[in-house]
């Protein structure tokens, strides 16, 4: 019975995950067809990932009772490394409005998950950013490593959905972020980003660093771009 209710919530949250913006999708990272164990591929349905860190740390898994594939983003207590998935679009496409979702899971105990959003096609031992998110200990979630930018709760051991709509202008650019289904609640409205990465946007990363211990998984990566 309560693997029933678990596929049935998370047949809702797919259907809430369905991006509701019109645009062209230039990243779709679902891991379809992947091989349960191993690296994810490096093309995916649209565009594609790369991979940081160890061998074997970042690895495409299964979720007891949830049906799709899953990236497995998994830190190990050793000093100064870091594990994560780099996904890159088709192409830069400079000023507009971009919309990205992606469905987590972050079970108990672990260490803070990030999600960020970088240049397009920078190297994938590169880090440069301009819209950091960080998925705390408390079950809060954090914009730009900012004690002030805190915001909203998500569940830990259930899957959940992260949105980011970003309005990239030269003159300025904002990202709008939310958090929904499976009990995750909370908004907010970020400006002032670092416009000269933000105009190169095109890569999204989720990943963990030193000094957390632990994994999280990331799943159904989309972005839509839609020209002003």
């Not at 565009?47 to 740390?57: A, F, K, P, Y």
């Not at 079970?107 to 990030?114: I, M, R, S």
């Not at 970088?118 to 301009?130: L, M, S, W």
């Not at 709509?165 to 409205?189: H, W």
Request: net charge neutral.
């Amino acid at each position: 019975m309560k693997r029933l209710s678990i596929q049935c919530a998370w047949a809702v949250l797919v259907l809430m995950s369905l991006p509701a913006c019109e645009g062209e999708k230039i990243l779709v990272a679902n891991f379809n067809g992947n091989t349960i164990g191993q690296a994810p591929a490096q093309n995916q349905e649209v565009g594609t990932v790369r991979v940081d860190g160890l061998s074997g740390n970042c690895t495409v898994e299964k979720i007891n009772g949830l049906t799709p594939n899953w990236v497995r983003v998994l830190r190990p207590n050793i000093p100064n490394t870091v594990t994560g998935l780099q996904g890159t679009a088709i192409q830069a496409k400079g000023p507009g409005e971009y919309t990205f979702t992606t469905t987590l899971y972050i079970p108990d105990g672990d260490g803070v998950a990030t999600v960020q959003f970088e240049p397009h096609n920078q190297a994938v031992q590169q880090y440069t950013n301009f819209l950091h998110i960080d998925f705390l200990a408390d079950n809060k979630v954090r914009v730009n490593v900012d004690p002030n930018k805190t915001f909203g709760s998500f569940p830990r051991n259930q899957p959940f959905i992260l949105q980011v709509v970003l309005n990239i202008q030269p003159n300025g650019s904002s990202a709008d972020i939310s958090l929904s289904g499976a009990n995750a609640t909370g908004q907010m409205n970020v400006t002032g980003l670092i416009n000269q990465f933000a105009m190169q946007f095109g890569s999204i990363r989720v990943w963990m660093g030193f000094p957390w211990v632990g994994q999280f998984y990331a799943t159904n990566m989309v972005l839509r771009y839609k020209a002003p």
